[in-house]
């Protein structure tokens, strides 16, 4: 069974930091590619950041750009979003998700296996 498990999300201060992580199992994901996104309340899933689990390479939202960084640990099988510099509207569910096709999508559409979302909220 295919699990990613969120965690690390918490109320934090405009300007604190938080590191996000996703712990995957049931499957290797050697040639997807892992995906953040976030949802705020009564808005759209948006996408975040996404990194190739082999290549690594990486890809960024503009509104996260400079401030976030995602990353993984193939040994240990788990994704990161390393947050800095939070910002009020960076309130939101944070999900982990992977993607088979490795389009590198931004689209929330193109992703084949999800987690149940970790809170992250932070005040102004």
């Known amino acids: 069974q295919v699990q990613l498990v969120e965690s690390g999300g918490g109320l934090v201060q405009a300007g604190d930091s938080l590191r996000l992580s996703c712990v995957t199992s049931g499957r290797t994901f050697s040639g997807y590619a892992m995906g953040w996104f976030r949802q705020a309340l009564g808005k759209e899933r948006e996408f975040v950041a996404v990194?190739?689990?082999?290549?690594?390479?990486?890809y960024y939202a503009d509104s996260v750009k400079g401030r976030f960084t995602i990353s993984r640990d193939t040994a240990k099988n788990t994704v990161y979003l390393q947050m800095n510099s939070l910002k009020a509207e960076d309130t939101a569910v944070y999900y982990c998700a992977a993607e088979m096709s490795r389009t590198y999508g931004r689209d929330w559409n193109d992703y084949d296996y999800w987690g149940k979302g970790t809170l992250v909220t932070v005040s102004s």
């Open positions: 990194i190739g689990w082999s290549a690594g390479n990486t």
